[in-house]
């Protein structure tokens, strides 16, 4: 993703995978929370993939990090409740 580094011109410090069908846990991916950030890129560790969504925590949070409920899709969105536990 160009222009996404520190610095203008300079590429994405992260490598995501944006496709759904090759979705595995441990892969890290773009996710964004509209209700709340519009389109604003967030990154995201993928925990399990399920039939539907995807299980994933917010990237560098670890073990400890709040476990949320995405859609299965190229970037997927979080609902705000999910994201940040409010309605």
């Not at 994933?56 to 409740?81: A, F």
């Amino acid at each position: 993703m160009r222009g996404m580094g520190e610095n203008p011109g300079e590429d994405c410090p992260f490598a995501f995978n944006m496709d759904p069908s090759t979705f595995k846990p441990g892969d890290l991916i773009s996710y964004r929370v509209p209700e709340a950030f519009g389109d604003m890129p967030f990154v995201g560790e993928i925990v399990s993939v399920e039939q539907d969504h995807i299980v994933l925590r917010h990237y560098g949070e670890g073990g400890d990090g709040t476990l949320m409920k995405g859609s299965l899709e190229d970037r997927p969105v979080v609902s705000k409740q999910e994201a940040l536990g409010e309605d």
